[in-house]
């Protein structure tokens, strides 16, 4: 019997120590010739050969037993069936670093990670990574993808362990120290550190990136899963308030991450200057809702904004994840303007009690908080067309020059006159204006008919009358 640093008493394996019997350990001290150095008699060392493989095995049962009753760290996200696999792939930057590329299960071609999709079981991703791995050059690996539905938060610190030394930048170490229990592991890199932890409420408002070597993802993430060796504490461990210290001490909400830059999330009460729709907000939003959704959203089966405007989750986690959403689509049709974006958003049929119920310290409301992060991550806005009245008078003047062309070209077919000496619609064919204007053909519609004295449809028909003349 062997007593372990916790004074727990564990029971060798009889037929471990049988190999290792003390006649044995005699014989080798004549065989290796032990006995020649003098220092040690042929009990005493045999003595201590048996107590160097007894402590080894108590190391080795000690080990397993620990491993038997430890919690997996990762079990909170295993959870979730929201694992996918991943490569690192060559960046297309010259002097970039290479990239981690989520991959298809099905086609080993490049896939977006926030494509429910791919997404599938802990042990899946496992077996998908192992079988994709066979014969390519290259090891597939697996990752987690995070949403604000799973209620995980995921801390990345890079670059802060020196790889020559294995020294821990001591900062890295404070930081971490704010997070006990929860779990920790190298990032496959063997750089830096993941901390992963669970938090309670609503998810918390914060920048994503901070100091150049930090970074905070709560949602619309995926992290590669790092080296297995080290890794410790528990993914499911709450830290609600140690998360909120982590966010004020170096990701203040005031800033917000988009397309990875700092911008101040502020209230706008006026549309964007490069939006150009209809100032009625009934019509600009009867053209939201009749518009086609994108095919990015089509591919991931997800509600399209008239869906949203009419409370489809479709496609989406959670209520959460859907009113991001919908407010980022609010603020491409909407110009940025969040005073507009708040109206149409309460007079729709997703709202919520939550979105004006809950109130924070800075006063704002949940729905204000969201809306403003969605115009700071939002850089489109809807443009109808056509965008000054100098902008129309001059393509009133074009159609309006074709137009009369093609009526020139139907009298001088009319009269008899030969086509080859009618050089006019030549003239405008060789002058390019039919590349120049053939975006407008779909906007005759929003074309002041009071300006011009043919009506839009005549319009488009002496145009392509014209052109097929032209020929």
């Known amino acids: 019997m062997i007593n372990n640093d916790d004074h727990n ?10 190999m290792y ?3 044995k350990f005699e014989q080798q001290y004549y065989d290796e010739g032990y006995y020649l150095l003098g220092d040690e008699t042929k009990d005493e060392y045999a003595a201590r050969m048996m107590a160097e493989i007894q402590n080894k095995a108590a190391e080795i049962i000690k080990e397993q037993q620990q491993k038997a009753i430890a919690p997996d760290p990762l079990a909170a996200m295993k959870a979730f069936n929201q694992w996918i696999v991943w490569r690192e792939e060559p960046n297309p930057k010259p002097d970039g670093k290479p990239i981690k590329e989520p991959k298809n299960p099905a086609t080993g071609y490049a896939a977006n990670a926030h494509n429910p999709r791919i997404w599938m079981s802990y042990e899946a991703a496992v077996a998908a990574a192992e079988r994709m791995s066979k014969g390519s050059p290259k090891p597939f690996r697996v990752g987690f993808t995070f949403t604000a539905a799973t209620k995980l938060f995921f801390f990345d610190l890079d670059n802060c ?5 294995g020294e821990i930048r001591t900062e890295a170490t404070e930081l971490m120290d704010l997070f006990p229990g929860c779990m920790v592991e190298r990032s496959v890199s063997g750089k830096g550190f993941h901390v992963v932890g669970t938090y309670e409420g609503d998810e918390p408002l914060h920048d994503k990136k901070a100091d150049g070597w930090l970074e905070l993802y709560t949602d619309k993430r995926f992290m590669a899963l790092g080296l297995d060796d080290g890794r410790k504490g528990d993914a499911g461990m709450k830290a609600t308030v140690e998360l909120n210290k982590l966010i004020e001490m170096r990701f203040k909400p005031e800033l917000i991450s988009a397309d990875g830059k700092e911008v101040t999330a502020e209230w706008t009460t006026e549309y964007d200057p490069k939006w150009n729709g209809f100032e009625d907000i009934d ?3 009867t053209k ?3 518009a086609q959704p994108s095919n990015d959203r089509l591919m991931a089966g997800k509600a399209s904004f008239a869906e949203l405007h009419a409370g489809s989750n479709a496609g989406f986690p959670g209520d959460s994840e859907a009113d991001a959403a919908y407010f980022f689509d609010l603020a491409y049709w909407f110009g940025r303007n969040c005073d ?4 149409v958003a309460l007079s729709s049929d997703r709202a919520r009690d939550k979105w004006e119920g809950q109130v924070y310290s800075n006063g704002d409301t949940w729905l204000r908080r969201e809306i403003k992060a969605a115009v700071a991550r939002q850089t489109k806005v809807y443009d109808k067309g056509f965008r000054s009245e100098d902008g129309n008078r001059k393509v009133l003047e074009q159609v309006e020059y074709l137009a009369l062309m ?10 008899g006159i030969d086509h080859a000496h009618v050089d006019i619609l030549r003239h405008v064919d060789d002058s390019h204006i039919w590349k120049r204007l053939s975006q407008h053909y ?4 929003y074309l002041p008919v009071a300006a011009c004295k043919y009506k839009p449809q005549d319009l488009q028909t002496a145009i392509f009358s014209a052109r097929i003349n032209c020929q």
Request: hydrophobic share 50%.
């Open 9 to 18: 008493s564990i029971a060798l394996d009889s037929d471990f120590i049988d």
């Open 21 to 23: 019997q003390v006649e």
């Open 161 to 165: 362990i020196d790889t020559d030394t």
């Open 283 to 285: 019509e600009q939003l």
């Open 288 to 290: 939201a809702l009749a």
């Open 340 to 343: 507009v974006i708040e109206a």
């Open 406 to 415: 093609a009526e020139a070209q139907r009298k001088a077919v009319v009269d």
């Open 442 to 445: 779909a906007y005759l519609q």
